[in-house]
C-alpha cells in the first residue's frame, strides 16, 4: 500500500503487536515489561472526563452568523458594524437534567449555547429553548437542579420531589407551563427557537446603554412531539435530535435561525410593570418589538464529537465590548459558574482547545497550569507592567461606567410586581395557546402530576393547583378534574387570593 503509516505508541515509538501481549512462552502468564498492553489500558481507562451537571447529553455544529440589520444605535460590538458581515459560529443544544446516554426526546428545556468568533473575542450566548427559567436567583440552582435529578436512595428521577419544588416556588409557573407544553418535547434541535433568556446590555459609541433580549426563531417551523410521541420515540431512537441535526446537516439541508432583539431604554426599565431583569418574565412583543439582526446557519458537524462537541465550553461571562450583562440575579451567577465549571470538568487552559480558542490575537499574562499547549509564550515576559514586551492596554478605551444608586444591601425585592408569577402564565395560557395546545397541556400536566406519590401527594397537588388557579380559572379546573380533585369552590377562592 502507498503512504504506509506506522503503528506507533503516543511517544511515536514504532510497535509491532497491537492484539497480542507478550508472555511467558506460548502460553504463560503476561509479562509487565509489555509497556503497550499498560498504555493502552491505561489511556482506554481514562477516555471520560466528568460530564456536565447539567446539560450532559448534547449535539453540536459548526457554521456563521451575517448581519442582515442595523442595530449600531444600540451596539459598537464590531460584529454589527456593518450589514453582510459574517462571523464562524459554534452551537451546542443539549438536554438539561439527563445524564450522557439519556433519551433526546425527554420533557426537558433544551440548551441553546452559541459560541461567535468575532474580532473583539468569543461571544458566548449561553441560551435555551424557552424565554424564561424555573428561578430567578442563582443561589437556588443548586437546589432546583437536584429536584430533576435522581433520588439519593433510589436512584430514581422523582415527580413528587419535581412538583413539591415547583409548587413551593411559584415564580418556577411561568417556566413549567411552557415545559409541559409540547413545545418541552421539541422535534429534534432545529424546530425550536432559541433565547438568551436573560436581559444582556448593549452599548453604543456614545457609551450609551441600551437593555436587550436576543431571539433565534427557526426557519424550519415549530414542530413538537406530542407526550405519547416523545415517549415512543424514547425506545425507537433516544439519539433522535443527534441524528436528525447530522443527517440534515450531511444532506445540505442547513438549518437557520433568524436573530432577532427586543429593546428596553434605562427610562423603559425604570416605568416596566415587572422587573426586567427577572428571568422568569418575558418583555411583551407588542411593547417591544422583534428587530431583525442576522441568520445563524449551522452547516459543519464536527469531524470528531468529543474534540469539538464534548470539549466545548461557553460562558456567558464571554461578553464582547457593546455587548454586556445586567443585574438579572440568575445571570450573575452564571457569569460565575460556567468558567468555573469548565476549570474543574475540562481544565484551566481549556480556551486553548480549537474548538475554544480564540482565532484573533490572545496576549496575557496568565501562564501555565495543567494541559498547557502550545509555546506557552515561549521566553516573553510572564508579568505586567515590563519594559520588553510592547502588550498595551488601549489607554483611551472608554468603558461603560454604572452608576449603582444604592449602599442598601438587599436579599429580597418587595416590590409586589416582582412576585406576580402569575399574570404571563395566564397570558400564555388564555391568549397565545389554541385549543389544540391547552387540550395538550392539560394532558401533559395530569400524566406528569399522577407521578406524584407518598404521604404528601395531596399537599402538593393541593398547592400546585392553587398556582394554576391563579394563573387561569379554567387551566386549574381543567387540570383538578383530570387528576380526579374535587375542588371547594370556596376554599379554592381563599387560597388564591
Ligand atoms: P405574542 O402573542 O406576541 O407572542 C407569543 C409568543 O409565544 C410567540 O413568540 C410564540 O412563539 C410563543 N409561543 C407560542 N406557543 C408557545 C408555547 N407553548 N410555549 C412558549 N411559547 C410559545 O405575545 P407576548 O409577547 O405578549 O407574550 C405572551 C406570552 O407568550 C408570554 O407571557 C410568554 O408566555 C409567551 N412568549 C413570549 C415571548 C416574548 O418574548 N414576548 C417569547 C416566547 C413566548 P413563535 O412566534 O415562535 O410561535
Known amino acids: 500500500m ?55 447529553k448534547g449535539s453540536g455544529a459548526y457554521g456563521k452568523f451575517t448581519v442582515t440589520g442595523d442595530i449600531r444605535k444600540y451596539t459598537r460590538a464590531k460584529l454589527f458594524s456593518k450589514i453582510g458581515n459574517e462571523c464562524r459560529i459554534f452551537a451546542r ?24 468568533y468575532t474580532e473583539d473575542g468569543n461571544w458566548d450566548l449561553v441560551g435555551n429553548n424557552t ?106 431512537n433516544p439519539d433522535f435530535s443527534q441524528e436528525d441535526l447530522v443527517n440534515a446537516i450531511d444532506k445540505g439541508e442547513f438549518p437557520k435561525w433568524t436573530m432577532q432583539i427586543q429593546v428596553m431604554t434605562e427610562e423603559q426599565a425604570k416605568n416596566f410593570r415587572w422587573n426586567p431583569f427577572d428571568v422568569t418574565k418575558i418583555w411583551p412583543h407588542e411593547d417591544f418589538e422583534l428587530i431583525d439582526v442576522g441568520i445563524l446557519e449551522l452547516n459543519e458537524i464536527p469531524i470528531n464529537y468529543f474534540a469539538h462537541v464534548e470539549q466545548s465550553t461557553f460562558a456567558p461571562s464571554n461578553l464582547i465590548d457593546g455587548i454586556s450583562f445586567s443585574p438579572d440575579k440568575m445571570l450573575q451567577g452564571r457569569l460565575f459558574s460556567y468558567a468555573d465549571a469548565h476549570r474543574y470538568r475540562v481544565g484551566v487552559n481549556a480556551h486553548q482547545l480549537p474548538v475554544n480558542a480564540c482565532p484573533y490575537e490572545v496576549n496575557n499574562y496568565q501562564r501555565d497550569g495543567y494541559m498547557r499547549m502550545g509555546a506557552n509564550s515561549g521566553d516573553s515576559p510572564n508579568y505586567y507592567p515590563n519594559s520588553f514586551d510592547n502588550i498595551e492596554a488601549e489607554q483611551d478605551y472608554k468603558p461603560f461606567e454604572e452608576e449603582l444608586n444604592s449602599a442598601h444591601v438587599a436579599y429580597f425585592n418587595r416590590n409586589e410586581d416582582d412576585n406576580d408569577h402569575y399574570t404571563q402564565p395566564g397570558i400564555l395560557y388564555a391568549k397565545v395557546m389554541d385549543d389544540e395546545q391547552k387540550t395538550h397541556l392539560v394532558h401533559n400536566i ?24 391563579r394563573a387561569n380559572i379554567d387551566l386549574g379546573i381543567r387540570i383538578a378534574k383530570g387528576l380526579g380533585v374535587t375542588i371547594d369552590s370556596n376554599q379554592m377562592q381563599h387560597s388564591i387570593q
Open 131 to 236: 424565554p424564561v427559567f424555573f428561578i430567578k436567583d442563582a443561589k437556588k440552582f443548586p437546589d432546583f437542579i437536584h429536584t430533576q435529578k435522581r433520588l439519593p436512595r433510589t436512584n430514581l428521577k422523582d415527580h413528587t420531589v419535581m412538583w413539591d419544588y415547583w409548587s413551593l416556588n411559584p415564580e418556577s409557573l411561568h417556566q413549567v407551563l411552557i415545559l409541559m407544553s409540547d413545545r418541552g418535547t421539541p422535534y429534534g434541535y432545529r424546530h425550536m427557537n432559541g433565547y438568551g433568556s436573560h436581559t444582556f446590555a448593549m452599548i453604543n459609541d456614545q457609551n450609551e446603554r441600551s437593555w436587550v433580549k436576543f431571539h433565534f426563531k427557526t426557519q424550519q417551523g415549530i414542530k413538537n412531539f406530542t407526550l405519547e410521541e416523545s415517549i415512543e420515540m424514547k425506545g425507537v
Open 2 to 56: 502507498e503512504n504506509k503509516k506506522k503503528l506507533t505508541n503516543a511517544a511515536g515509538i514504532p510497535y509491532y503487536y497491537h492484539e497480542d501481549s507478550q508472555t511467558v512462552g506460548h502460553r504463560g502468564p503476561v509479562l509487565l515489561q509489555d509497556f503497550m498492553l499498560q498504555e493502552n489500558l491505561a489511556h482506554f481507562v481514562r477516555e471520560r472526563i466528568p460530564e456536565r451537571v447539567v446539560h450532559a
Open 446 to 469: 395530569v400524566e406528569h402530576m399522577k407521578g406524584i406519590k407518598g404521604e404528601k401527594k395531596d399537599l402538593i397537588i393541593n398547592r400546585q393547583l392553587c398556582h394554576f388557579f
Open 93 to 116: 443544544f443539549s438536554s438539561v437534567a439527563g445524564e450522557k446516554g439519556s433519551a433526546d426526546t425527554e420533557r426537558d428545556p433544551r440548551g441553546f449555547a452559541l459560541k461567535f
